[in-house]
């Protein structure tokens, strides 16, 4: 007797992020040029706390379980989503697949607008705002009080400021970047979880103006002592040693690098880019 078996495929539902001074609602352009291509598509937009304010001044764990909250407590994402994170949102997510629990809903796939994946620094060599729009005390801050608990449990953003002249501090505070890269400690768990997305989908800019480095989005930095030359993802130790699978993934071509040509606010408002590049990596049957 042959079995005629039916595959129903099904669209999975996506969750969204917005970055760092920014609230929700910045993400709605985006949710509608992505219901525009997939109409019957299901779109959890989350928040940090109150957003704007929070964004900026709420530890970064206390953001992370925000959006892990925001995605635990919706019954549509069961059976697994894809990622959609923006800017300092992406980071975020980035977390959450990491730290997942067997029982909270799977990463089916990865995506990130211009995110910080690899950490945010200049000030030294490199020329830029400490974090773009951010009050100058606040910036301040950071430049002086970078790995303290003051400004670790302050500012979202310290929870990811990777200074390369001070390398020993930032792992012996182990901030939280260096857990997730899995330098500070090594967490077996991080590893697995990060390798369960079929794709990690990276946009990026060398016209972004905001992420620095802009490389960042793709898991390139400033190599040690000095931010005036950024190593490729491929040249950095966390890559070459596999701390968390990043060396695993792209060896299976499931690293996708996008140069966009954007500058860091586009990503919120070009139709075009969202319809063009963005919706087919959305768009997935499972």
């Known amino acids: 007797m042959i079995l005629f078996l039916n595959i129903i495929t099904k669209q999975p539902p996506v969750v969204v992020m917005h970055g760092i001074m920014d609230t929700k609602e910045s993400m709605n352009n985006i949710i509608q040029y992505l219901k525009d291509i997939t109409p019957d598509l299901y779109v959890l937009n989350c928040e940090v706390g109150n957003g704007y304010m929070d964004s900026i001044f709420m530890d970064v764990y206390s953001a992370v379980k925000e959006v892990t909250n925001c995605i635990v407590n919706d019954p549509n994402l069961k059976d697994g989503f894809i990622i959609l994170g923006y800017s300092q949102g992406g980071y975020l997510l980035r977390s959450y697949l990491e730290n997942r629990t067997d029982s909270q809903p799977k990463v089916l796939r990865f995506i990130t607008l211009t995110s910080p994946l690899a950490g945010y620094f200049c000030g030294v060599k490199s020329a830029c705002a400490m974090i773009p729009g951010l009050p100058d005390f606040v910036n301040d801050l950071i430049a ?18 990777r200074n390369p002249y001070q390398l020993p501090a930032y792992l012996n505070y182990q901030t939280h970047l260096s857990l997730l890269d899995n330098q500070a400690v090594f967490n077996q768990q991080y590893k697995k979880n990060f390798l369960e997305p079929d794709k990690f989908i990276l946009f990026a800019s060398e016209n972004d103006g905001v992420i620095s480095p802009w490389q960042s989005a793709w898991f ?67």
């Open 144 to 161: 002086d009080f970078e790995y303290t608990d003051f400004v670790q449990n302050l500012i979202t953003g310290a929870g990811y400021w």
């Open 220 to 286: 390139g930095f400033f190599e040690n002592e000095n931010d005036a030359v950024v190593q490729k993802m491929e040249e950095r130790d966390i890559y070459q040693e596999d701390l968390f699978g990043l060396k695993t993934l792209n060896e299976q071509g499931r690293i996708v690098r996008i140069r966009s040509g954007l500058d860091h606010f586009s990503y919120l408002k070009d139709e075009a880019f969202i319809k063009e590049q963005v919706a087919p990596w959305v768009k997935m049957d499972v």
